[in-house]
Each structure stands twice: as structure tokens, then as C-alpha cells.
């Protein structure tokens, strides 16, 4: 099951068979009176045990519990084991990097004017990965399958 667990950060951690996601914020796609730009960096804790451990990060236009970030229509993610980008369940390559290593920061950057979302890694803006609804609000979040992994919200 998933623990979340609060301090000066936010830490997650899962570790069962089965697909499990937590959202932690929403995003308003909106420019009025706020910075058109939410952005939120995770740093990699823990790896997890198995080869079979998928880990995404992206957004959502809805919550849910079961499923991952990319699986359907309304939302994308990135693939951190692989750095393949997701919607509907479909993906294609976007991150040549190889998969995530302990203690590297991966940031999520939503720009509310061009309704984008784009992915930093390692110091290294990896450009737009997705055109997004601008006119809905969006929840960050993260979903893990079989991994005893841990990730940590920075900001």
C-alpha cells in the first residue's frame, strides 16, 4: 500500500502488486492574477526490488486510485524506468536517458499560456512533451506498480 508521509517534504512510498496512484495538487490552467507556470520537482529516493516496477509522474484531469497516469485519454505521464510518454495508453519515446538513478531530480513544468507540460531531468529541460486542456484543472501526481519504490516532493 502507499504511505505518505509529511515533514519540510512530502514523501512517498509504495510497495504492492497493483497499480496505486496519489494526486498532491491541483493545477489551475489559468493566468489570471497567478504565474502561468506550476512546476514540481520529485527526487528518487529508493529504486524499489523488482524489474517489473513501473514508476510515472504526470497530471490528470481526474483523481483515481487504480490505473496509471497515461492510461487514459485525459492523462499523460512519463514513464521514469523507461522515459517513454503516455496518454490513452499509448506511447512513444521522449526521454533517451536511460532509466532514473537514486537521488536525481526529475521536475514536471506546466505552463498554463502555451498548455504545455515538459519534464526537466538532470539540469536538462527535455522540452515539451505533451499539449494539454488548458481550460480544465489538472492534479500532479504519481502512479507505481510493483515497486517498493520512494519518492520525495521537493516543491
Not at 496512484?21 to 490552467?29: A, C, E, N, P, Q
Not at 520537482?41 to 524499489?48: A, E, H
Request: with cysteine; net charge neutral.
Amino acid at each position: 500500500s502507499a504511505r505518505v508521509s509529511s515533514g519540510p517534504w512530502l514523501s512517498l512510498s509504495f510497495g504492492t502488486k497493483s497499480w496505486e496512484s496519489i494526486f498532491l495538487s491541483t493545477v489551475r490552467l489559468t493566468s489570471h492574477g497567478a504565474s502561468p507556470v506550476s512546476s514540481f520537482t520529485f527526487r528518487v529516493d529508493s529504486l524499489g526490488y523488482s524489474q517489473n516496477c513501473d514508476v510515472f509522474i504526470g497530471v490528470s484531469q481526474t483523481c483515481f486510485s487504480s490505473g496509471y497516469i497515461g492510461q487514459s485519454v485525459d492523462s499523460w505521464g512519463i514513464q521514469l524506468n523507461t522515459g517513454n510518454k503516455y496518454t490513452n495508453g499509448m506511447f512513444s519515446p521522449y526521454d533517451t536517458q536511460g532509466k532514473v538513478t537514486i537521488g536525481e531530480e526529475i521536475t514536471v513544468c506546466v505552463d498554463a499560456l502555451a498548455g504545455t507540460l515538459q519534464v526537466a531531468r538532470k539540469g536538462r529541460n527535455l522540452g515539451t512533451a505533451f499539449v494539454v486542456n488548458a481550460s480544465s484543472p489538472l492534479f500532479v501526481g504519481v502512479s507505481m506498480y510493483n515497486c517498493g519504490c520512494s519518492l520525495t516532493l521537493l516543491q
